[in-house]
């Protein structure tokens, strides 16, 4: 049976949705952040990194959401792929790879700056806090921008993001969208709220949230 390795509030949670819409059984192994929102040490049992997702199947561990997911995807469910050859198999791929290459990165930088400014010293708070303001201004906002500005001009133009079929891109995608949203400054993007909506109110994607417990960012 698939063992996933399950971190609250990550982006395991993406495999879980992705096992449910496959209607495959599988177990979770809990792992809660400690109180600097990392990974407990005991993940380093699992994969020398200590990072979530990683799960276990006949061949192995496997590490990685990209990697997770296109091998689950292939093992047991290519009808999420667009068959290779294709032109939309292009567009599956740039998103697939996309979601962690591209759009993670400013958040990721968002969620630094973030913390900046909540856990330095008060005497050094305004220091540390006009420092995060000016990363934020020259370097992670505009490319939160540029990246939402893509995502809700895809998404008008079709459903999906790889066109009228829902892909294992959505569930890549899902994250990104669902933390971008959740740390604000995405002004008025009505296509990217009506896909959240959309995906949220997937059986799948409420049977996984039933299995992972609470989640902040659906």
């Known amino acids: 049976m698939i063992t996933v390795h399950h971190l609250d509030n990550s982006r395991s949670q993406r495999v879980l949705w992705l096992l ?23 993940l380093k049992a699992v994969h020398p990194l200590g990072k979530s997702p990683v799960i276990t199947d006949v061949p192995g ?21 667009p068959p290779p050859g294709m032109p939309e198999r292009l567009r599956y791929n ?28 008060f005497f050094i708070r305004p220091i ?11 370097m992670v906002n505009p490319n939160i921008a540029a990246n939402a500005a893509l995502w809700e001009s895809t998404l008008a133009s079709s459903p999906w993001f790889v066109g009228d079929s829902f892909t294992a891109a959505d569930i890549m995608m899902s994250f990104p969208l669902e933390t971008a949203t959740s740390r604000g400054g995405l002004g008025d993007k009505p296509y990217i709220k009506a896909w ?15 299995r992972g417990g609470a989640y902040a960012y659906a």
Request: net charge positive.
């Open 94 to 121: 740039y998103w697939m790879y996309a979601a962690e290459g591209s759009f993670m990165q400013p958040l990721v930088l968002k969620l630094i700056t973030m913390q900046i400014r909540k856990r330095v010293p």
């Open 128 to 138: 540390a806090s006009g420092i995060a303001s000016a990363i934020e201004k020259q």
């Open 20 to 42: 449910e819409e496959l209607n495959l059984p599988y177990e979770i192994k809990f792992y809660k952040r400690d109180q600097r929102m990392m990974a407990p040490p005991e």
């Open 61 to 81: 561990t496997i590490a990685e959401s990209g990697a997770i997911i296109d091998y689950l995807v292939g093992a047991y469910g290519p009808q999420l792929a």
């Open 196 to 210: 959240l909506e959309t995906i949220h109110a997937r059986p799948a994607y409420r049977r996984a949230l039933e």
